[in-house]
């Protein structure tokens, strides 16, 4: 077949032996690529009259989008909520060992801090994007301080804050900067909550509910002011009751608006939530979950003490909880044990365990038409794995930025 690159000179690559996972189901098609974005090969056949320039036998992998983590707190020793004069570099180092985990983008994650803390660490993180150096940065996710006292869970009591006259100047002064931001995790039976809510989704800001002694109707009252996101369900907020099933109710509840869709994390690491909860949330609204890692600083070293923020704790195996007490606090879990687990756990289909990690994060950011799916113009952001959900291979942007077992890897 003729090449005519009229459209465009960069090399097209083809990526051939695989099962792609398109419109929610893997099918044995060829993946095409140019200068990052998918390619729809019967444009490139019938318009361009064009052919591909390197072919790829990918050995029957499973090639999927790749995965995005909403709540990750650090890794590696790094700790993004503690102001360091090198904490570029550790962000860095966090993007680039993440790689091998499958994660593509992710939003760094501060937990509640002073707001000198903000003030010195949010000027230092930009959106950009991925490549080689190590994962995108879809925008920071600032995980309180407006939340209950009887919910803080692993965030410190001292720094917890309230919404004053001006709240939506409370918050700013406490930020210091919404420039780079893109969740902010609040409790909404905060008096004031609700033009908060407003005006951070007014910013194209994602509201998230958490750290939370919310009844179901303030929780409602919250989706309608624009909140979509539930932050770690289960999870420091009021147990599930039948007569006011709390935030939980969310999942099933007939008050949301029409075309709107509430998403809510959870970490399937076998700690955070028992195999029948995860069980329950996804046979309730299966389309609203979004896997996350919550991932502490203590990801990937070995059991010992270390930060979260404010607060020391200590691993214990895959527990991790605050020094002297058994308050959970994080996880040290990898994106790809919790989709493998959530597999496991929930007997859904592979599918449904990868978009959990990719489609449903991309959905809930409304960055679904570039991310986290394989469709036609999307960037090439994905991953091969072994039957068995093990990551082979990371791309983003249509290159290779890690491999199993590769020299220097």
């Not at 406490?174 to 008096?191: H, W």
């Not at 270390?306 to 879990?333: C, F, M, P, R």
């Amino acid at each position: 077949m003729p090449s005519n690159k009229s459209v465009s000179d960069a090399p097209i690559f083809q990526f051939t032996n695989c099962r792609i996972l398109r419109n929610h189901e893997l099918q044995r098609e060829d993946l095409w690529v140019r200068e990052g974005k998918i390619l729809n090969p019967e444009k490139l056949f019938f318009d361009e009259k064009a052919s591909a320039d390197i072919q790829l036998d990918c050995k029957d992998s499973i090639i999927a989008p790749g995965f995005i983590d909403v709540q990750i707190n650090g890794g590696f020793g790094v700790d993004f909520s503690l102001a360091t004069d090198d904490f570029k570099s550790g962000i860095d180092l966090v993007g680039q060992k993440i790689l091998s985990h499958g994660v593509t983008s992710f939003c760094p994650t501060l937990v509640t801090s002073p707001p000198s803390v903000y003030h010195q660490i949010l000027p230092q993180i930009s959106v950009r994007n991925g490549g080689a150096h190590g994962a995108g940065i879809l925008g920071v996710h600032l995980e309180g301080p407006f939340i209950s006292k009887e919910k803080k869970g692993a965030h410190p009591e001292r720094c917890l804050r309230t919404f004053e006259a001006g709240a939506f100047q409370d918050l700013l002064a406490t930020y210091g900067s919404l420039d780079c931001v893109r969740i902010v995790t609040l409790a909404p039976e905060m008096k004031r909550s609700s033009e908060v809510i407003r005006e951070l989704t007014k910013r194209g800001i994602c509201v998230s509910l958490g750290h939370s002694v919310a009844n179901l109707s303030q929780a409602e009252e919250a989706v309608q002011q624009g909140a979509t996101f539930i932050t770690h369900l289960f999870n420091a907020m009021l147990p599930f009751h039948h007569r006011d099933p709390g935030i939980v109710g969310l999942l099933t509840s007939d008050k949301i608006p029409a075309g709107r869709r509430v998403f809510y994390g959870m970490i399937s690491d076998g700690i955070h939530t028992n195999p029948a909860a995860l069980r329950i949330a996804h046979r309730a609204h299966p389309k609203g979950l979004v896997l996350v890692t919550d991932a502490i600083a203590g990801m990937g070293l070995a059991p010992g003490r270390h930060t979260l923020g404010q607060q020391v704790v200590e691993i214990d195996g895959l527990n991790t909880y605050i020094a002297g007490t058994k308050t959970l606090s994080g996880s040290v879990a990898t994106m790809d044990t919790c989709v493998r687990h959530f597999l496991e756990a929930t007997g859904c289909s592979m599918e449904t365990a990868l978009e959990a990690a990719s489609l449903h994060p991309a959905q809930l950011l409304g960055i679904e038409h570039e991310k986290g799916t394989l469709n036609y113009d999307s960037d090439a952001d994905f991953l091969m794995l072994s039957d068995s959900l093990c990551v082979q291979a990371t791309y983003i942007a249509g290159e290779e930025v890690w491999r199993r077992n590769a020299p220097g890897m």
